[in-house]
């Protein structure tokens, strides 16, 4: 196992969204991966922030990447838009997935010591999983 | 031919969500190919949305399964798992 593990970015047109689907994701996963709630504007309106975004992903990143899940489209755009002034944009991946189920499935990946291919890959399975 | 293991436990609480994460955490850790059995479902038990959808509650039988390397040290580990995290409920 690598000593660090990717780090989990939850960018949410809602703060509480954004911190609850992270508590969820931590406890589920026992607590031992880095994820960072980057919800609502930074007036704390419905919304997203890039400075939330940016600040998210700085925080998030422990040396083995970032994977980012955005709760609807339009929170694509701002992720996007971050990303391409990013750094080192080949260490942090971007997940088409359901946000909460994606949450939990990604924090629990990389807490089982996944890269970010496996954490956003675990992610974005989360999309077939039935619940009934 | 890499060797497969299998082993059964009567759950002692339901596998709710941390157990089932703690679960699809220490799977994930192997490279045997794992899955979990219960009420007539199987689940991959590397993914915690999977083994939570098996809705597995107290008293019934759950298997797990096991084939690769690692085989025998995974059903193992997962076994104590269940055992201790399902004890305490989710």
């Known amino acids: 196992m690598s000593p660090a593990t990717v780090g989990i970015v939850l960018v949410s047109h809602s703060a509480e969204l954004a ?8 406890q589920v996963s026992g607590g031992t991966v880095t994820v960072i709630a980057a919800g609502g504007t930074d007036d704390g309106d419905l919304g997203t922030s ?13 040396g083995a990447g970032v994977v980012v899940l955005p709760d609807l489209g339009s ?3 701002v992720v996007k838009a971050v990303l391409e002034d990013h750094g080192d944009a080949s260490s942090v991946v971007l997940a088409d997935a359901p946000f909460v189920e994606g949450a939990v499935a990604a924090t629990v990946t990389a807490a089982a010591g ?3 291919k496996a954490v956003a890959a675990a992610a974005e399975e989360a999309r077939h999983v039935r619940k009934l | ?3 497969s293991y299998e082993q059964e ?18 799977a994930g850790r192997f490279t045997a190919v794992i899955r979990v059995t219960a009420g007539g479902h199987t689940a991959d038990a590397k993914s915690v949305l999977g083994v939570m959808g098996l809705g597995a ?3 019934q039988h759950l298997t797990v399964k096991a084939s690769g390397p690692d085989a025998r040290e995974a059903v193992a580990a997962l076994i104590a798992i ?8 989710g």
């Open chain 1, 19 to 26: 911190r609850g689907a992270a508590q969820l994701a931590e």
């Open chain 1, 50 to 62: 890039a400075a939330k975004v940016s600040h998210g992903l700085s925080r998030a990143d422990q």
């Open chain 1, 114 to 116: 996944g890269d970010v």
């Open chain 2, 1 to 3: 031919m890499s060797a």
């Open chain 2, 57 to 59: 509650t107290s008293g």
């Open chain 1, 75 to 77: 929170a694509v755009l």
């Open chain 2, 82 to 89: 269940l055992g201790e995290a399902t004890k305490v409920g």
């Open chain 2, 9 to 26: 436990i009567t759950l002692e609480g339901d596998l709710h969500a941390r157990p089932a994460g703690a679960l699809a955490v220490a």
